[in-house]
Nanobody, 123 residues
Framework: QVQLVESGGGLVQAGGSLRLSCAASGRTFIGYAAGWFRQAPGKEREFVASISWSGSRTYYADSVQGRFTISTDDAKRTVYLQMTNLKPEDTAVYYC????????????????WGQGTQVSVSS
């Protein structure tokens, strides 16, 4: 069982930046691909970014390409989502997810999920 804990959410003005963190409780991400998804009120949970366990492959939703960066630390203990030039439409609960297969863009491919962290962007 992999328990994921997100942190780093908050309230920021449009154009600002935030960095989200996701830690795997009691273990590392070695052997696990990770992804970030988000869910706005009244909307489906959507893909944001994902990274292979080696860190060599990353994928992004078109809506965040060029503004968000997914990465891991050298020890593979934490997955980050650096968010820049934030927009009001980025407001959502952001979830970290992991699986032992591949860096997928599909929710159904992830076996482990965190509880989420709220990101709010004011205009």
């Amino acid at each position: 069982q992999v328990q994921l804990v997100e942190s780093g959410g908050g309230l920021v003005q449009a154009g600002g930046s935030l960095r989200l963190s996701c830690a795997a409780s009691g273990r590392t991400f070695i052997g696990y691909a990770a992804g970030w998804f988000r869910q706005a009120p009244g909307k489906e949970r959507e893909f944001v970014a994902s990274i292979s366990w080696s860190g060599s492959r990353t994928y992004y939703a078109d809506s965040v390409q060029g503004r968000f960066t997914i990465s891991t630390d050298d020890a593979k203990r934490t997955v980050y989502l650096q968010m820049t030039n934030l927009k009001p439409e980025d407001t959502a609960v952001y979830y970290c997810a992991a699986n032992r297969e591949r860096a997928s863009t599909a929710k159904k491919d992830y076996d482990y999920w965190g509880q989420g962290t709220q990101v709010s962007v004011s205009s």
